[in-house]
């Protein structure tokens, strides 16, 4: 996944045209923001198409990142008055279901729609496929009721870190050894979609590592993905072969003498 929009479904049932668009701006240094925010109050309401807007992140990892402390981020919409002009709302109501700002959704997308195609006919309700994008929602707007929109934070599924992300001291590409079935990885790849494509709510738990009771029978994340660096949060390293826990696998003991520690098994290893 780049840092260009998803591209929308196409099918029929779920096409979902949105005509915003984000674009990253740079971080401005200390002096930049003081003089930004003094601006900002001289001329609200004006250029609304060049305002350069901050997203704190929501998102609080347990690690840390090599080269900076925050996946705050800096972005404009276009057309950003068109944006601006439409009413903010805290929920919006999609096939009698409520989803709320702050929570987290299914997305379709291509392969989704063709998978329910494929096992129905097109007939029947909808069926969640683990194939969906996630999201969670930071914003909704809407200029009335045919045209809702949501400005969400992409979560990644491991399969989908891009090549030359920074994972420590390496560069890394997709599922790791110790990313789990079902883990997803907190970002910062902002977008707008239009809420038709929203398919269910999800449930999303942080995992903090030392409770395992987070991620019973539920999707969760522990790392974050700055798209703009590209560079993940560091995971905990349970013994002294500095191996991240994958929580699908089993414990075992390190058979180091230096170690003499548990941690999980990976593949082939038992």
Not at 13 to 19: D, G, I, L, Q, W
Not at 77 to 93: A, C, H, I, L
Not at 232 to 261: F, H, R, Y
């Amino acid at each position: 996944m780049s840092n260009r929009k998803r591209s929308r479904s196409v099918g029929e049932e779920n096409r979902a045209e949105c005509p915003f668009t984000i674009s990253y701006a740079p971080d401005p240094s200390r002096a930049d923001q003081e003089r930004y925010k003094n601006k900002k109050r001289k001329r609200d309401g004006q250029d609304d198409d060049k305002r350069v807007q901050i997203q704190i992140s929501p998102f609080s990892p347990t690690g840390s990142f090599e080269t900076h402390d925050t996946m705050d981020l800096y972005y404009t919409v276009e057309p950003g008055k068109r944006w601006q002009d439409m009413t903010r709302y805290n929920s919006f109501v999609l096939n009698s279901i409520k989803y709320y700002s702050e929570g987290f959704v299914y997305v379709a997308n291509e392969s989704t729609v063709e998978h329910q195609k494929a096992t129905n006919d097109g007939k029947g309700g909808y069926k969640k496929s683990n194939d969906e994008w996630v999201a969670r929602i930071l914003e909704i707007r809407a200029s009335d009721e045919h045209h809702v929109y949501a400005r969400v934070y992409w979560m990644y599924w491991p399969d989908e870190l891009p090549p030359g992300t920074i994972d420590r001291k390496k560069t890394v590409q997709g599922r790791q050894p110790y990313h789990g079935t079902n883990e997803l990885i907190a970002s910062n790849h902002m977008d707008i979609i239009n809420v038709v494509s929203v398919t269910a709510p999800a449930i999303v738990n942080q995992w903090i590592e030392s409770d395992d009771e987070e991620i019973q029978g539920a999707l969760y994340w522990r790392q974050a993905y700055d798209c703009c660096k590209p560079q993940l949060s560091s995971v905990g390293i349970i013994c002294k072969c500095e191996a991240p826990a994958n929580p699908d696998k089993m414990l075992i003991g390190c058979t180091s003498s230096e170690c003499e520690q548990t941690h999980r098994a990976f593949e082939g290893e038992i």
